[in-house]
C-alpha cells in the first residue's frame, strides 16, 4: 500500500510530522507540502486510491471536498489538526484529533498521541506557533534548563520562519527538504549543534527582521495595529514571524500585516490579542480566502478594493 505524509510547511507540521515518523518510520511515504499559507494540499492527490494518507496541520474545512473524495476511493486517513475544522466526515477510514483549543498545536497533540515519546520536538513546534506558554508548560515534566529552552523556542521560531512565502522560491529551503534534514536528527539539541540548515535560517531571520522592524504602523487604535510590508521576497519570508513579534510586544492589542501580492491583491497576516486569543479567524473568514485558527488567522488574496473594508472590520472585530 502506497502512503502519503502531508503536512503544512511550518515548524508546525514538520515538527508534528517528525514525531510520528520517529515513532512510526515510513521511509517511502510521499511527502506533499508547500508554503504555510499552502492549505489546500489534498488537492495535491485528490485521485489517489487505496493508501494510507496521514494528514497534519492543515484546515479539513479547507479540504473538505477532497477529504471525502479520498474517503470513497478507498484511502485510510490519519487526520491531526488544530484548526477550525467544520463537518468531519463519518468514515470507519478516518481517524481524526481535531483540538482547536487555542493553545495548542499540531505538535502538542502528536505529543499527547505518543505519551511524549519526543516531547523535545513537540515544545520546538509548539515555539513555532507562537505557543510560548503552552510550550513552557510542557517542557515542566523534562527539566529542562533555560538555556536549552531558549535553544528550542530558536528552533521554533526559525523553522516557522522559513515558511513564509508567496511561493517555495521566496523561501531559503522547500520544507520538504526541510524536514528531510530535520529527520536526521533525533533531538533538537543535536540539530542545534550540528546543522548548517539552522545557521543559514538564523542569519536570513536577523536580517529580514532588521528591515520589517523599520515598519510603522498604518492604522492605530484601541482594537490594535495594522502594518503594511512592500511586495518583496524578505517581506513575505518575515511576514509570520514579524505578527508573531508584534503580538509579544504589547499582547494585549490584536495585530495585521499586509503585503501586496503580485496581482495587486493582499496578503494578510492577523493575530488576536495574546490576552485573549481570539477572534483571528472569525475576523478573516468574513473575507475572500480567508481562513485559519483563533489567535492567528489570514487571507491570501483580498481584492485591494476590500483594503479599507478589513481595516474597518479589523478594528469592529477587536473593540468589543
Request: negative net charge.
Given at each position: 500500500?502506497?502512503?502519503?505524509?502531508?503536512?503544512?510547511?511550518?515548524?508546525?507540521?514538520?515538527?508534528?510530522?517528525?514525531?510520528?515518523?520517529?515513532?512510526?518510520?515510513?521511509?517511502?511515504?510521499?511527502?506533499?507540502?508547500?508554503?504555510?499559507?499552502?492549505?489546500?494540499?489534498?488537492?495535491?492527490?485528490?485521485?489517489?486510491?487505496?493508501?494510507?494518507?496521514?494528514?497534519?496541520?492543515?484546515?479539513?474545512?479547507?479540504?473538505?471536498?477532497?477529504?471525502?473524495?479520498?474517503?470513497?476511493?478507498?484511502?485510510?486517513?490519519?487526520?491531526?489538526?488544530?484548526?477550525?475544522?467544520?463537518?468531519?466526515?463519518?468514515?470507519?477510514?478516518?481517524?481524526?484529533?481535531?483540538?482547536?483549543?487555542?493553545?495548542?498545536?499540531?505538535?502538542?497533540?502528536?505529543?499527547?498521541?505518543?505519551?511524549?515519546?519526543?516531547?523535545?520536538?513537540?515544545?520546538?513546534?509548539?515555539?513555532?506557533?507562537?505557543?510560548?506558554?503552552?510550550?513552557?508548560?510542557?517542557?515542566?515534566?523534562?527539566?529542562?534548563?533555560?538555556?536549552?529552552?531558549?535553544?528550542?523556542?530558536?528552533?521554533?521560531?526559525?523553522?516557522?520562519?522559513?515558511?513564509?512565502?508567496?511561493?517555495?522560491?521566496?523561501?531559503?529551503?522547500?520544507?520538504?527538504?526541510?524536514?528531510?534534514?530535520?529527520?536526521q536528527w533525533n533531538t533538537p539539541f543535536d540539530f542545534y549543534d550540528s546543522s548548517p540548515v539552522l545557521q543559514t535560517l538564523r542569519q536570513g531571520y536577523t536580517t529580514?527582521?532588521?528591515?520589517?522592524?523599520?515598519?510603522?504602523?498604518?492604522?492605530?487604535?484601541?482594537?490594535g495595529r495594522i502594518f503594511e510590508l512592500p511586495d518583496e521576497s524578505w517581506a513575505r519570508r518575515a511576514a509570520g514571524v514579524f505578527s508573531n513579534a508584534l503580538a509579544?510586544?504589547?499582547?494585549?492589542?490584536?495585530?495585521?500585516?499586509?503585503?501586496?501580492?503580485?496581482?495587486?491583491?493582499?496578503?494578510?497576516?492577523?493575530?488576536?490579542?495574546?490576552?485573549?486569543?481570539?477572534?483571528?479567524?472569525?475576523?478573516?473568514?468574513?473575507?475572500?480566502?480567508?481562513?485559519?485558527?483563533?489567535?492567528?488567522?489570514?487571507?491570501?488574496?483580498?481584492?485591494?478594493?476590500?483594503?479599507?473594508?478589513?481595516?474597518?472590520?479589523?478594528?469592529?472585530?477587536?473593540?468589543?
Amino acid at each position: 500500500m502506497a502512503s502519503y505524509d502531508v503536512f503544512n510547511g511550518d515548524a508546525d507540521g514538520i515538527c508534528a510530522l517528525h514525531q510520528l515518523r520517529l515513532h512510526d518510520p515510513q521511509p517511502d511515504a510521499r511527502l506533499i507540502t508547500g508554503v504555510k499559507r499552502d492549505i489546500r494540499l489534498l488537492d495535491k492527490i485528490k485521485h489517489v486510491e487505496n493508501s494510507s494518507i496521514t494528514v497534519l496541520d492543515i484546515s479539513m474545512d479547507s479540504n473538505h471536498g477532497p477529504l471525502c473524495t479520498l474517503l470513497e476511493h478507498g484511502n485510510s486517513i490519519l487526520y491531526i489538526d488544530h484548526h477550525f475544522s467544520g463537518d468531519v466526515p463519518k468514515s470507519p477510514a478516518l481517524q481524526a484529533h481535531i483540538d482547536p483549543a487555542p493553545q495548542t498545536c499540531t505538535s502538542l497533540i502528536v505529543d499527547k498521541i505518543l505519551g511524549g515519546a519526543y516531547r523535545e520536538w513537540a515544545i520546538v513546534g509548539a515555539f513555532g506557533d507562537n505557543l510560548d506558554e503552552a510550550a513552557e508548560q510542557s517542557a515542566l515534566s523534562l527539566k529542562l534548563s533555560r538555556k536549552e529552552l531558549h535553544r528550542l523556542r530558536e528552533i521554533g521560531i526559525l523553522l516557522n520562519y522559513n515558511g513564509y512565502g508567496a511561493t517555495v522560491e521566496d523561501l531559503f529551503f522547500p520544507p520538504e527538504d526541510l524536514f528531510t534534514h530535520v529527520h536526521q536528527w533525533n533531538t533538537p539539541f543535536d540539530f542545534y549543534d550540528s546543522s548548517p540548515v539552522l545557521q543559514t535560517l538564523r542569519q536570513g531571520y536577523t536580517t529580514d527582521m532588521e528591515k520589517a522592524g523599520e515598519a510603522i504602523p498604518i492604522q492605530q487604535d484601541v482594537a490594535g495595529r495594522i502594518f503594511e510590508l512592500p511586495d518583496e521576497s524578505w517581506a513575505r519570508r518575515a511576514a509570520g514571524v514579524f505578527s508573531n513579534a508584534l503580538a509579544r510586544e504589547k499582547p494585549e492589542l490584536a495585530h495585521a500585516l499586509l503585503i501586496a501580492n503580485a496581482d495587486g491583491s493582499l496578503r494578510i497576516s492577523v493575530r488576536a490579542p495574546l490576552d485573549t486569543r481570539q477572534g483571528a479567524d472569525e475576523l478573516c473568514r468574513k473575507f475572500p480566502t480567508g481562513g485559519g485558527r483563533a489567535a492567528a488567522a489570514g487571507i491570501n488574496q483580498l481584492p485591494s478594493a476590500l483594503k479599507k473594508e478589513f481595516m474597518a472590520a479589523f478594528s469592529r472585530q477587536f473593540s468589543t
